[in-house]
């Protein structure tokens, strides 16, 4: 299911990329006590009451642009409007109702788009005073917050899912068909592929970057399997031509991961591998889906280069040595061969259930074998561990204190599931919840 998109919208230096932090959980967005700081979108998957969203951080509006770098800001604004499904149309108290605000709440009336109005930076009773001034924009009920402090989060998060359809239950195997997307830059062949896995021109092929506007989907079938294999436009693309386009191809492609089961990332080998590639990357693994990076335009790197080039890919990803690699030249069509069947095996690994008898042996042995170090006088302890029968590949850890769980260990625990039970291609979530005083028997001796 595709996870809603949640865009945060206002003008200048009202606190957007604070707020996307707070709620993120961690230092995500660059906050800077100046106009502007935000220029490019900025998006974050993030959990609320059980609910995955999709956040995104928007520049600031201007009243009145100065720039052609101001006006494609605007035009950004309005495009994050058009594609979220809810809307957070941020002021600040401090300055109170002005007209820049005015103008933005003018263009939001208009979007029949849910609107939650939250009024920041609320840190004091005369702030909390000015609230009510906020109804003369005429959006809802005026929400008093304080992102930097932490105050008024959880009353605008439930607004936010109060606007949202219920969320449909789902079954952790669906054996009907595997969905992909085929994510990436822009101009790394990712139509290309699409073409060639289906062999026709199922999707406009052009060389100039960004030919890919929207998302195709179509149905493919390998060996009696059904594939929905969804093409998805650039995620970020160079050039001057429609700053719109660009966040319109960035949110339909976050869309496509978030709905897919097993995402294509593809790279271009002629540019090794981009931060940008890193960052789509660690984006798919932070929401849990399958992952196969499929290198293309093999062809074009000289042969005494190739083993240098692996070496190098493996060193960028070694947060995710577990993804499968498939080299291949889409144009030539060369090794495409390999992909669908790599990408059925994630898929089924992705499935995969465990008994919580199966999971709580693993973890007592890692326990046993490297005991969690102490913090101060307390130590980690694990009281029971088992998969999460909604959720593919994620497992539930009862902890004394989730507090204790360094990341370091985190990861140990991680790679022992997945030493022992495999996973390929598929990231595991490992959530750690404080246990009960009435919980069962701790699964780790206690050193």
Not at 157 to 169: C, E, I, N
Not at 243 to 256: K, M, N, T
Not at 360 to 380: C, D, F, M, Y
Not at 422 to 444: D, V, W
Request: glycine letters at 6%.
């Amino acid at each position: 299911m595709t996870k809603p998109i949640i865009a945060i919208v206002g003008r200048t230096n009202v606190g957007k990329s604070t707020l996307l932090n707070r709620l993120a959980g961690k230092r995500l967005a660059v906050v800077a006590d100046l106009p502007g700081t935000t220029r490019d979108r900025f998006f974050a998957p993030i959990s609320w009451q059980g609910r995955e969203l999709t956040l995104i951080d928007t520049g600031g509006w201007q009243a009145k642009p100065q720039s052609l770098l101001e006006q494609k800001v605007i035009h950004q604004v309005g495009v994050a409007v058009a594609q979220a499904d809810v809307i957070i149309f941020l002021v600040d108290a401090q300055a109170g109702v002005i007209a820049a605000d005015e103008e933005i709440a003018d263009i939001l009336r208009v979007t029949d788009k849910p609107i939650i109005l939250a009024v920041n930076k609320v840190d004091s009773a005369k702030q909390a005073n000015q609230v009510a001034d906020f109804y003369h924009l005429g959006i809802s009920k005026p929400i008093a917050i304080s992102a930097y402090h932490n105050q008024g989060i959880g009353e605008l998060m439930d607004a936010v899912l109060d606007t949202l359809p219920p969320q449909l239950s789902t079954s952790l195997v669906e054996p009907e068909r595997a969905k992909l997307a085929i994510v990436g830059r822009p101009n790394v062949g990712k139509s290309t592929l699409l073409n060639a896995l289906l062999g026709d021109e199922r999707a406009i092929v052009h060389e100039s970057p960004g030919t890919t506007r929207d998302s195709l989907d179509a149905t493919i079938c390998w060996d009696d399997k059904k594939f929905l294999l969804i093409d998805t436009a650039g995620i970020k693309r160079r050039g001057r031509v429609g700053v719109g386009v660009d966040y319109y191809s960035l949110i339909r492609a976050l869309q496509a991961i978030n709905h897919c089961d097993v995402a294509l990332l593809l790279i271009d080998a002629s540019e090794f591998i981009t931060a940008q590639d890193m960052h789509i990357a660690g984006y798919i693994v932070e929401v849990g889906r399958g992952i196969i990076l499929v290198v293309n335009k093999w062809d074009l790197v000289p042969r005494i280069q190739r083993q240098e080039f692996k070496q190098y890919l493996e060193r960028r990803l070694k947060f995710a040595s577990y993804v499968p690699i498939v080299y291949i030249s889409a144009e030539l069509r060369q090794n495409i061969d390999g992909i669908l069947p790599q990408a059925w095996q994630v898929w089924q690994e992705r499935q995969k259930c465990l008994t919580q008898p199966e999971v709580n042996t693993v973890i007592k042995e890692a326990i046993s074998s490297h005991p969690p170090p102490r913090v101060g006088s307390r130590q980690l302890r694990v009281v029971q561990a088992y998969q999460d029968e909604s959720r593919p590949a994620t497992f539930i850890l009862r902890v004394n204190d989730p507090q204790l769980v360094h990341f370091s260990y985190h990861r140990y625990l991680e790679n022992k599931l997945r030493h022992s039970f495999g996973f390929r291609g598929a990231p595991l979530q490992l959530i750690f919840t404080k246990a009960s005083h009435k919980g069962s028997k701790k699964i780790g001796v206690r050193t």
